[in-house]
């Protein structure tokens, strides 16, 4: 030793590892959760999309325009004809069992009907118990009958002397050109698991926050902190979050691997712009865990009020239901997780490939959550400093 002391920064940061090797609680938070967590959702949304979900048909028409519709059903590559149900009654239970998600019911004299064009009613009974399944299964199954009802309208017209053209302007008078911007491929995992990824490594970084961070009151060890910080809180809380967030902005590096490259996931705006983003977001949700331990000097509270705090954000974001169909006030409500400021940033640069201008506010809300953070330096210092606050679990 040359005599020389160390920059509190890296005493504390010493001090962290000693603590990150000693508890099993901090490399759990630090590295277990997040690693199984993100391989975890890549692998769920890996497919992308709802494939060949599983549906009942029950034929009760037995002729060649049932078995054509059956065929175009199981041709469709949303949905799949797993059961063809002898009644009615067996396809319902089924349905109840979860084992369909939808009956499609061909009745009888369905094929006299359609060509004696009289309306022939086919119904379908669809399980809308989970909205995403319930709307790809409605969408195929209409889409299907539609298509078939369609053909052979324009060939009943082209027997009765219309040409092609003429018969299908006169089934379909009216087209529609439909374009799906950004997201072409209706992808899920473009959109739900890229949120979903990011989700929880920042609720990671926010209860690992939380928790090392009460820690010091639950171990009565704030003294032994802020002697490791030459006594300035700063330097305390620098050194303290400095392994995590590297640690977790190693993850975030991950995340956009597996999206961009494995996944094959558009960016059409600026990766510099979602790098800061993360970055700040991140830290954004270390200073928060800092504020709920400075508020409540209770760590048990502080994981307890901040646990509901941060899987609110996931709601309020708009990801579970868009925030355009919400009522005012909780419109108003979804400006308090950094998490909504998030979502909009990284849409609009990953998928919408937005001007930067349009992700800088985005930049700037969530930076305001950063610096909130400071305001709690001292109140935390105090709680430190304060034997009160000590044994506090």
Not at 135 to 143: A, D, E
Not at 290 to 317: D, E, H, P, Q, W
Request: aromatic fraction near 12%.
């Amino acid at each position: 030793m040359d005599g020389k002391k160390r920059h509190p920064i890296f005493e504390v940061m010493v001090r962290e590892a000693r603590r990150i090797q000693q508890n099993p609680a901090y490399r759990f938070l630090l590295l277990i959760g997040p690693i199984t967590g993100i391989l975890l959702l890549f692998f769920i949304f890996q497919q992308g999309a709802a494939k060949r979900l599983p549906i009942a048909l029950v034929d009760q028409d037995n002729s060649s325009l049932s078995v054509k519709v059956g065929n175009a059903l199981n041709a469709s590559p949303d949905v799949e004809i797993v059961a063809g149900a002898p009644d009615l009654f067996q396809a319902q239970e089924w349905l109840k069992q979860g084992l369909v998600q939808a009956i499609v019911v061909l009745p009888n004299e369905l094929e006299k009907k359609v060509f004696q064009g009289v309306e022939a009613p086919v119904p379908v009974y669809i399980n809308g118990t989970n909205v995403t399944v319930a709307g790809v299964v409605q969408r195929s199954v209409l889409t299907t009958l539609n298509t078939l009802s369609a053909g052979i309208q324009i060939k009943k017209l082209a027997l009765n002397g219309n040409n092609a053209q003429k018969a299908k302007a006169r089934v379909v008078p009216v087209q529609i050109q439909k374009h799906v911007l950004f997201n072409p491929y209706t992808n899920y995992a473009y959109f739900l698991n890229s949120a979903m990824l990011y989700f929880t490594l920042f609720l990671f970084a926010f209860m690992s926050s939380v928790y090392t961070f009460g820690n010091e009151l639950k171990r009565g060890t704030g003294l032994s902190l802020l002697e490791a910080g030459n006594n300035s809180v700063r330097m305390a809380i620098v050194g303290k979050l400095f392994p995590y967030t590297v640690i977790y902005s190693g993850f975030a590096m991950l995340i956009a691997y597996l999206l961009y490259v494995v996944e094959g996931m558009p960016l059409n705006g600026s990766f510099v712009i979602i790098f800061c983003g993360q970055f700040i977001t991140i830290l954004a949700y270390q200073m928060l865990g800092l504020i709920f331990v400075a508020v409540t000097k209770n760590l048990r509270l502080s994981l307890s009020v901040g646990s509901a705090y941060i899987m609110m954000g996931i709601t309020f974001s708009g990801l579970t239901f868009p925030i355009e169909g919400m009522m005012p006030f909780v419109k108003a409500l979804t400006a308090i997780f950094p998490f909504t400021w998030w979502e909009k940033l990284f849409i609009s640069q990953s998928l919408r490939g937005a001007p930067i201008k349009e992700a800088l506010p985005y930049l700037c809300y969530i930076t305001l959550f950063m610096l909130s953070g400071m305001a709690a330096f001292k109140l935390y210092k105090k709680s430190l400093s304060d034997p009160k606050n000590w044994g506090k679990k």
